[in-house]
Antibody, heavy 118, light 112 residues
Framework: QLLLQESGSRLVKPSQTLSLTCGVS??????????WTWIRQSPGKDLEWIGY???????YYNPSLQSRVSISADRSKDQFSLNLRSVTAADTAVYYC??????????WGQGTMVTVSS | QSVVTQPPSASGTPGQRVTISCSGS????????VSWYQQLPGAAPKLIIF???ERPSGVPDRFSGSKSGASASLAISGLRSDDEADYYC?????????????FGGGTKVTVL
């Protein structure tokens, strides 16, 4: 069974960089059938797609976050990571990692709450 | 304000059929697959429909999806109390520099 688990800083100061890692177990991120993505959800609000990394290593980002975000993968460790720079309180959210299959997000991590505060 | 719109709420009594709409445009729903997610309180979203109308293994056939033009719908038949959740549609949009994902604003389903 494929499991995804987010880890990283739960509290980030304004203007600093939010860094999260998604560990994948029960499968490999090197499989050509899948891509890997980050999605967030502000408290009581909608889901917002952040970006994804294709199995080839290509990345695509939400245009509204593109100037601040980067996603990378470490295939030797079966994990992929999110960096979001220059954070503000508006970046406070639950961050989810997920697998992309056939254009849908078929396996999700449990999510991790990240708070931006001084 | 999402480019893909859903009604904020829907409701029904146990056993009824509830339908949720998801409206977009030719740059997103009109030319891309739609997926649907169920989010129970305090939990991560769960995929219930992909490629417009396909169900992942384990999802009851009470859940069905459809798409016509730039709109899609999720139907829940035989409504149950444990169907009370937020439901989100999602699709891809190719109108800017690369493919990106848009989510609907979510619909809260209440079982009366």
């Amino acid at each position: 069974q494929l499991l995804l688990q987010e880890s990283g800083s739960r509290l980030v100061k304004p203007s600093q960089t939010l860094s999260l890692t998604c560990g994948v177990s029960g499968g490999s991120i090197s499989s050509g059938a899948y891509s890997w993505t980050w999605i967030r959800q502000s408290p009581g609000k909608d889901l917002e797609w952040i970006g994804y990394i294709y199995h080839s290593g290509s990345t695509y980002y939400n245009p509204s976050l593109q100037s601040r975000v980067s996603i990378s993968a470490d295939r030797s460790k079966d994990q992929f990571s999110l960096n979001l720079r220059s954070v503000t309180a508006a970046d406070t959210a639950v961050y989810y990692c997920a697998r992309v299959y056939m254009g849908a997000f078929d396996v999700w991590g449990q999510g991790t709450m990240v708070t931006v505060s001084s | 304000q999402s480019v893909v719109t859903q009604p904020p709420s829907a409701s029904g009594t146990p056993g009824q059929r509830v339908t949720i709409s998801c409206s977009g445009s030719s740059s997103n729903i009109g030319n891309n697959y739609v997926s649907w997610y169920q989010q129970l309180p305090g939990a991560a979203p769960k995929l219930i429909i992909f490629k417009n109308d396909e169900r992942p293994s384990g999802v009851p056939d009470r859940f069905s999806g459809s798409k016509s033009g730039a709109s899609a719908s999720l139907a829940i038949s035989g409504l149950r109390s444990d169907d009370e959740a937020d439901y989100y549609c999602a699709t891809w949009d190719g109108s800017l520099s690369g493919p990106y994902v848009v989510f609907g604003g979510g619909t809260k389903v209440t079982v009366l």
